[in-house]
């Protein structure tokens, strides 16, 4: 496989990553030979590859595998005689860490549904381009400020689960301190 480019990056807390430009010739890169030779020249254990292909040109991702993966559950229940909820739960993983989002537009139907959407969508993205948590609440705070002339009720809860460690950072905002229980 002819590569045009390969880029190791470790992060503050020496997780390595390596991406791969490479002309695409039909080698299969869900594991192999490749694969094993690359986590012996790196020393490390690598999650599956993930690979996107830009016209004939394919970027292939190796990231560290991580010690934990997270399972994530999900359920809503609207009030009595509504179609929609403003529950909103997104979830995502990137570069070895989960984070969850749980937002409740306040109220029922419709408004609540879209401030629910609204303050997830606005966290995720935020969070997905490299902003820090506490920063990111005040951005969505000032975007549901500035959405309409009337007040906007929501509540974001944002779970950052590091799956190398196990250690998590909960951030919370418009709504009483989480309980975390354990064990029963």
């Known amino acids: 496989m002819p590569v045009e480019e390969a880029i190791c990056l470790l992060d503050r807390r ?3 990553t390596v991406e791969i430009l490479a002309e695409d010739v039909g080698v299969c890169l869900d594991g192999g030979r490749w694969f094993r030779e690359m986590e ?3 020393g490390r254990e690598f999650d599956r590859p993930t690979v996107v292909e830009m016209q004939g040109t394919l970027k292939i991702t190796l990231t560290e595998r991580p010690i934990f993966r997270a399972e994530v559950g999900l359920a809503q229940h609207t009030c009595t005689g509504e179609k929609l909820s403003g529950d909103v739960c997104d979830h995502y993983t990137d570069g070895g860490q989960t984070t969850c989002i749980i937002s409740d537009g306040m109220g029922s139907g ?7 959407a609204m303050a997830a969508g606005i966290a995720a993205k935020l969070l997905q381009a490299g902003l820090q ?5 005040k ?6 400020l500035a959405k309409s002339g009337d007040e906007s009720l929501t509540t974001l809860d944002i779970l950052q689960l590091d799956l190398f460690t ?14 975390l229980r354990s064990g029963g």
């Open 14 to 16: 020496d997780r390595l």
């Open 40 to 42: 012996i020249c790196c």
């Open 110 to 116: 419709g408004r609540a549904a879209v401030d629910g």
């Open 133 to 137: 948590p506490d920063t990111m609440l």
């Open 139 to 144: 951005l969505v705070n000032t975007a549901l």
């Open 166 to 179: 196990g250690n998590m950072h909960i951030y919370k905002a418009g709504a009483a301190t989480s309980l």
